[in-house]
């Protein structure tokens, strides 16, 4: 099993995470924003990630510390979880509809972080979380796991809607590209190494 745990504490957040690639979607989420909460549910949920995930931040002064924060822990658990990338797919993309909203989700477990994020979200606040978050959430994952992700809006008006499918999609893009294929000796990579 590609499991592990990881604590990061600082004078901004504290945060406790168990994260399981092999797992059956199961999650038990506390960060103190409830919609967070939710599409993290639903990332484990499509991703099949067991996911353990405590946050306490400074919800008094934002979200964006909490939210930045749980990205990079999950990056880093990711990361760890994923070791040498010995047999991995090691690519996912996912196009994934939610009602009138369509989202195209790629990822590459390259070790190279980047993110090309191409959202429009009508809404500024969902429940007291702050959709520009999205894209900071994303960036700190991709930056601690080593991903090379590309998020695209192709429709969708509802902000609710299009999130949702982001969340989603990145769970089974991210399900995609970390399964083991028998096939791969090694690393996928004619470098010999993904990094």
Not at 24 to 35: D, H, Q
Not at 51 to 80: F, M, P, S
Not at 134 to 156: C, S
Request: hydrophobic share 40%; aromatic share 6%; net charge negative.
């Amino acid at each position: 099993m590609r499991e592990t745990t990881i604590e990061r504490q600082t004078g901004e957040t504290r945060i406790y995470a168990s994260l399981c690639l092999d797992g059956e979607g199961n999650s038990t989420l506390s960060t103190g924003i409830g919609f967070f909460d939710h599409m993290l549910t639903l990332w484990s949920k499509h991703g099949l990630i067991d996911l353990t995930l405590k946050a306490e931040g400074d919800l008094c002064v934002d979200g964006h510390h909490t939210v930045e924060d749980c990205g990079i822990v999950l990056g880093q658990a990711l990361a760890k979880c994923l070791g040498d990338k010995q047999g991995i797919r090691r690519y996912g993309t996912v196009f994934l509809p939610m009602d009138e909203a369509l989202v195209m989700v790629s990822i590459d477990i390259s070790g190279r972080p980047f993110l090309a994020c191409d959202l429009e979200l009508p809404a500024a606040n969902l429940g007291g979380f702050e959709t520009e978050l999205v894209e900071e959430f994303l960036r700190a994952l991709v930056v601690n796991a080593g991903l090379t992700l590309h998020v695209k809006q192709m429709a969708g008006k509802n902000t609710h809607h299009i999130i949702e499918a982001v969340f989603k999609a990145l769970g089974r893009a991210l399900d995609e590209a970390t399964s083991l294929d028998p096939r791969v000796k090694g690393v996928p990579s004619t470098k010999g190494v993904l990094v």
